[in-house]
């Protein structure tokens, strides 16, 4: 017997999601070394915001179908803390860190080639889902999600706003976000059997109707927050030789991408200035008013 949003032993779902350590942009301190690189040592780090939407699709998962989770990411050692961030959003039952020297300088295509090798060793690869973000606002390619899908063998669903899984079906039914410029929003239905590779669209949110579902939500919230505080505990770190990766296919070796030169755009010179008026007083709200009349060239505005 099987209650809908629960499964019985032996019909657990087995998630992973990526996702990525990015500069926090809106404490305004990114730091670059000489060469162009970020300088991590100087530059705050946070899971990044596409990660975090990722992550909430995949709990989802856990919520509505009690599946297994395992974030993952590539990265120096400072990467687990993204893993950690990552793990009060869903409540991971693992956390796998892909760490090694060999690993530097490596574009998207090399990147999905170590995620691929440390996928396969989430559930002896036995995965159902895999979840990443929509792009990385640190590289906005939006590449790395498509080429690690492609390298797993995983139909790819972009754009994913919404999603349910006919389990003992096993097939995926979810809605996509298409955007062209210049029309109308289309909002596609598609269906795909599992396994499948989802990138979440940023304008995902995920909704729990019944009482069922709202219970497991606050009960695996909870339990996510503790698994944090110990969250080394849940932690696995896989160097290159540990995840049997072909030193050709990652790193800068396995970067068909050159970058030429990489430039810092310069900050512009504020040109505004700001004035403080009492509002109170009639005479400055005269003034303000004729100023903005005279910037405005006399038009009148209706």
Known sequence: MEIKGYLMPGNTLNAAVIVKLEPDFS??????????TLNRAETKSILGPHSAVASSAAFYAKVRYGARIAVTTMGPPIADVALQQAQVLCDADELHLYSDRMFAGADTLATAEVLRNGIAKVEGGQLDLVFSGHRASDGETGQTGPQTAWKLGFTFLGNVIDYDIDVPNRMVRAKRLIS??????????????LPVFIAIDPSYKASF???SQRLAFEKYQKEGKVRAQDYKRYLKVFNAQQLGADPKLVGLPGSPTIVYKV?????????????????????ELRKAAAKMYEILGGMVIK
């Open 27 to 36: 404490e305004g301190n990114v730091s670059y070394n000489a060469d162009g």
């Open 180 to 193: 062209l410029q210049g029309f109308y929003d289309v909002i596609e239905e598609v269906e795909a059997p």
């Open 209 to 211: 109707n019944t009482v």
């Open 263 to 283: 430039e810092r755009i310069p900050k512009a010179k504020a040109s505004r200035k700001a004035e403080v008026i009492d509002g109170s007083s009639r005479e």
